[in-house]
């Protein structure tokens, strides 16, 4: 039997190359694609692959909070992220979100399809660059009791904190949650002080870090 496949990519480009090269792998079959975190989650309710290749940054919802939902929704696919970011605590925040396999876009195609096997068998798998960084720094990271954004911020904390990150004002978030510009004010200076973080850059790295925020750094 094929391997069944969903890709997500927020580049038409790259979702037609990825396609292309798994078409000439026959124990994998392409069954759906997805331009964003919302439309994935959607797509995989829908089409239920065994394999879900996953982009982290992309408008709106991200890869990793999009994983989040397909894996608790759906503990039976296995998600394998795709991505040009190699920050530690990227890749650790990924697999807590359920993710099997973490392989950064350089790697050969090959690899791709391998990992792809790999995981539709029950296995995960990390490019080599990245297994470096988990046997390096995960247990630090982890073990150090370093709490996630989930844990420290409140819901409409980290609603606001992606917005701050996506590059909206502050007048701009108010409007859109009805609220006056002086309680945004409030609810990002509560966001600053829980994250000992005090610029608008900070805030933008640790959002993308966890998985709030689809801009790359």
Do not use: W
């Not at 999009?66 to 696919?77: F, N």
């Not at 960084?133 to 630090?140: A, K, T």
Request: proline share 1%.
């Amino acid at each position: 039997m094929r391997i069944t496949v969903m890709l997500v990519d927020d580049h038409t480009i790259m979702l037609e190359g990825l396609k292309s090269l798994l078409e000439q792998a026959e124990d994998i079959e392409v069954i759906a694609q997805a331009t964003n975190g919302g439309e994935a989650v959607q797509q995989a309710e829908i089409h239920r692959p065994q394999v879900i290749v996953m982009d982290l940054t992309m408008p709106g919802m991200g890869g990793i909070e999009a994983t989040r939902r397909i894996v608790t929704a759906h503990p039976d696919i296995n998600v394998l992220a795709l991505s040009m970011l190699k920050d530690k605590s990227c890749v650790v925040e990924c697999l807590k979100a359920g993710a099997k396999g973490y392989l950064l876009k350089d790697c050969a195609g090959e690899e791709l399809i391998g990992a792809i096997r790999a995981l539709a068998a029950g296995e995960f798998h990390t490019c080599s660059m990245i297994t470096e960084l988990i046997i390096r720094d995960y247990i630090q990271l982890d073990g150090a009791g370093r709490a996630s954004a989930r844990q420290i911020l409140s819901k409409r904390e980290q609603e606001v904190l992606q917005l701050i990150a996506d590059g909206k004002s502050t007048k701009e978030i108010a409007f859109q949650f009805g609220v006056s510009t002086k309680t945004i004010d409030v609810q990002r200076n509560s966001i600053m002080k829980k994250l000992n973080l005090f610029s608008v850059a900070e805030l933008t790295k640790y959002a993308v870090r966890e998985g709030l925020s689809s801009i790359e750094q």
